[in-house]
């Protein structure tokens, strides 16, 4: 029986750290704000200081956005809509070497309604 798209996020999510809100917002200072959702997502609301890299480029991008060339040991909260997005690009970030990357746990959702 094929696995569905949620089998996925639940297995990266094992794999992972999730953080909160109340986290996130402790910690923006000294963190790098990776939003993975699409452009138009993004243009709607974001996080201050976020950076946009949509989820379907990101292992193709990350290494060639300035903020992010050279920085695989930098602290990143990586967030999407509602947090499947931002946990398989955190689990996918870890593949790449980016050891202290998290996602934040019911996206940006979450964020707004904080």
């Keep these: 029986m094929p696995i ?3 089998d996925l996020v639940a297995n990266a999510k094992q794999n992972i750290t999730e953080i909160s809100v109340t986290e996130a917002r ?3 200072s000294d963190h790098l704000i ?3 959702r699409e452009p138009a997502e993004f243009s709607a609301g974001q996080i201050p200081n976020a950076i946009n890299i949509p989820r379907g ?3 193709f991008q990350i290494n060639n956005h300035p903020a992010f060339t050279g920085q695989h040991a930098a602290k990143i909260i990586i967030c999407c809509q509602s947090g499947g997005r931002s946990a ?3 689990e996918s970030l870890h593949k790449l ?3 202290n ?3 934040l746990a019911g996206g ?3 964020w707004s309604e904080s």
Excluded: H, I, P, R
């Design 34 to 36: 990776l939003d993975v």
């Design 101 to 103: 990357a998290v996602s």
């Design 88 to 90: 398989l690009a955190t």
């Design 97 to 99: 070497g980016f050891s």
């Design 57 to 59: 480029v990101l292992e």
């Design 4 to 6: 569905t798209a949620m």
């Design 108 to 110: 940006y959702k979450a």
């Design 26 to 28: 402790q910690t923006l």
